[in-house]
T-cell receptor
């Protein structure tokens, strides 16, 4: 099992600004993912955070809007850039440990854009 | 098209009654199958998973799920619901790349 800490847990941001969300794991993990959960909806995969290289984005998500970093095996950040009210969502970090499946999820970051 | 379907958006069940949540998938191959639960303000917690083998899977909190290949289903069940089971339940599927696709979720309300 892995303990995942996401910061901040929630934030209210102004339109046009950017927010960086941090995901810290208490042990080294092989894979890290970022998901979005829009209000009242299910989870959608944004991207796979790759250590030392550019993230791999899913259809509909681009690096300019959601830049991601993963400098090591325990840490990743997701930035939501130039925010609009449509970006109001819960953003969740998930990880795959070296023990394999399943994915473990953090408690998420609840973002409100006004 | 590939998809995960949870037909029931909202289910209300009495405490002590049984619960069954439906999940169907549409993929060319049999995926890995998961059920997660999300309590209000919390992240996702894994209830159980199916990769292969015995089609009846036992999970945490008294939940079980049955994989039926012929029906492309992976329904979640609990014989006797507790008030603390009120939450949102997500069925998810994945393959070797570990990228999960989630169903829309089913909200469970437990009445006294």
């Amino acid at each position: 099992s892995a303990v995942i800490s996401q910061k901040p847990s929630r934030d209210i941001c102004q339109r046009g600004t950017s927010l960086t969300i941090q995901c810290q794991v208490d042990s080294q993990v092989t894979m890290m993912f970022w998901y979005r959960q829009q209000p009242g909806q299910s989870l959608t995969l944004i991207a796979t955070a790759n250590q030392g290289s550019e993230a791999t984005y899913e259809s509909g998500f681009v690096i300019d809007k959601f830049p991601i970093s993963r400098p090591n095996l325990t840490f990743s950040t997701l930035t939501v850039s130039n925010m609009s009210p449509e970006d109001s969502s819960i953003y969740l970090c998930s990880v795959l440990t070296f023990e394999g499946s399943p994915l473990h999820f953090g408690n998420g970051t609840r973002l409100t854009v006004t | 098209a590939q998809s995960v379907t949870q037909p029931d958006i909202h289910i209300t069940v009495s405490e002590g009654a049984s619960l069954e949540l439906r999940c169907n998938y549409s993929y060319g191959a049999t995926p890995y199958l998961f059920w997660y639960v999300q309590s209000p303000g919390q992240g996702l917690q894994l209830l159980l998973k199916y990769f292969s083998g015995d089609t009846l899977v036992q999970g945490i909190k008294g939940f079980e799920a049955e994989f039926k290949r012929s029906q492309s289903s992976f329904n979640l069940r609990k014989p006797s619901v507790h008030w603390s089971d009120a939450a949102e339940y997500f069925c998810a599927v994945g393959f070797n790349d570990y990228k999960l696709s989630f169903g829309a979720g089913t909200t469970v309300t437990v009445r006294a």
